[in-house]
Nanobody
Framework: HVQLVESGGGSVQPGGSLRLSCTVSGVTLEHADMGWYRQGPDNECDLLSTVSYDGSTYYHDSVKGRFTISQDNAKMTVYLQMNSLKPDDTGVYYC?????????????RGQGTQVTVS
């Protein structure tokens, strides 16, 4: 049974930081390709960052230099460190297993975690 549970969101002022966590079960992170998506006020899902099983990463231009994705296989958790936050970063953040999409929002399986920057 696959579960992806997001946490770590909150309300911060512009320039602040948050670290999001995605704790997984039923997923072998060593073999996974994981991504973080944001659903903004327009309800569109934007792919912000990915980390692959080989350690390679991807960042959307809007977050390069500000966000860092990482994973801790022993803790079965994928992180998204977000620094220098901007109001445009506001939204609900979801983590997604690109090898096993769920039927939830943005292809995830969890409830997401709300980030508000204002």
């Amino acid at each position: 049974h696959v579960q992806l549970v997001e946490s770590g969101g909150g309300s911060v002022q512009p320039g602040g930081s948050l670290r999001l966590s995605c704790t997984v079960s039923g997923v072998t992170l060593e073999h996974a390709d994981m991504g973080w998506y944001r659903q903004g006020p327009d309800n569109e899902c934007d792919l912000l960052s990915t980390v692959s099983y080989d350690g390679s990463t991807y960042y959307h231009d809007s977050v390069k230099g500000r966000f860092t994705i990482s994973q801790d296989n022993a803790k079965m958790t994928v992180y998204l460190q977000m620094n220098s936050l901007k109001p445009d970063d506001t939204g609900v953040y979801y983590c997604v297993d690109h090898n096993d999409y769920g039927s939830g929002t943005c292809g995830g399986r969890g409830q997401g975690t709300q980030v508000t920057v204002s």
